[in-house]
């Protein structure tokens, strides 16, 4: 069965600090998809970022930074000079592919509470 | 620039009182979905519709029932709540069903039963 793991479940760091946001995922696919998704203290989620498992380059978005890494089952997620901002609970989720019955359903890891203080 | 609409965002019910939250999405998705929020757990599926007329139980529906009233509509309704179903709920839809389809969010509903 597909797992996402989230070991970190808070973060504190100060503004300017990088943090780094891990996920290790568990899957029997070879084709699946990666997503990370933001939830600020209003609530709502957001989509941020979706990775392919064909896909192993680094994505770099602004200050957001993603690295895949597939011979670990990691897909990392990097803030570079944290803002009050980005203080939210963030969220990585898996998607499998056709072997496991195919479909669109997410896994979500139980997210991390990032927390970023003046 | 709507997204996923959900209704109400907030409600209280007592225990046994029946109600339906409401969603609905201008992207012309195919697919909806509804998921629950509980503390330490992550977002969990309950239902999900993957084309207009076709709905199928996702990996908690015990206690709920879901209708995809048109291709932008997808409710979801508790006939008796229960405690266990105190929980923020999120809508959400995707373009198609095929896996990897990025999957947008409502606001979520926070629901209290006591």
């Known amino acids: 069965a597909q797992k996402v793991t989230q070991a970190q479940t808070e973060i504190s760091v100060v503004e300017k600090e990088d943090v780094t946001l891990d996920c290790v995922y568990e899957?029997?696919?070879?084709?699946?998809?990666l997503f990370w998704y933001k939830q600020p203290p209003s609530g709502e989620l957001v989509f941020l970022i979706r990775r392919n498992s064909f896909d192993e380059q680094n994505e770099i978005s602004g200050r957001y930074s993603w690295n895949f890494q597939k011979s670990t089952s990691s897909f990392n997620f990097t803030i570079t000079a944290s803002q009050v901002v980005d203080s939210a609970v963030y969220f990585c989720?898996?998607?499998?592919?056709?072997?496991?019955?195919?479909?669109?359903?997410?896994?979500f890891g139980t997210g991390t509470q990032l927390k970023v203080e003046l | 620039n709507a997204g996923v609409t959900q209704t109400p965002k907030f409600q209280v019910l007592k225990t046994g009182q029946s109600m339906t939250l409401q969603c609905a999405q201008d992207?012309?998705?195919?697919?909806m979905y509804w998921y629950r929020q509980d503390p330490g757990m992550g977002l969990r599926l309950i239902y999900y519709?993957?084309?207009?007329?076709?709905?199928d139980k996702g990996e908690v529906p015990n206690g709920y029932n879901v209708s995809r009233l048109n291709k932008r509509e997808f409710s979801l309704r508790l006939e008796s709540a229960a405690p266990s179903q105190t929980s923020v709920y999120f809508c959400?839809?995707?373009?198609?069903?095929?896996?990897?389809?990025?999957?947008?969010f409502g606001e979520g509903s926070w629901l209290t039963v006591v």
């Open positions: 989720a898996l998607s499998e592919g056709a072997l496991t019955g195919g479909g669109n359903k997410l896994t």
């Open positions: 519709s993957a084309s207009e007329g076709t709905t």
């Open positions: 899957t029997r696919d070879t084709t699946y998809y």
């Open positions: 992207m012309n998705h195919n697919s």
């Open positions: 959400a839809s995707s373009e198609k069903w095929a896996s990897g389809n990025t999957i947008y």
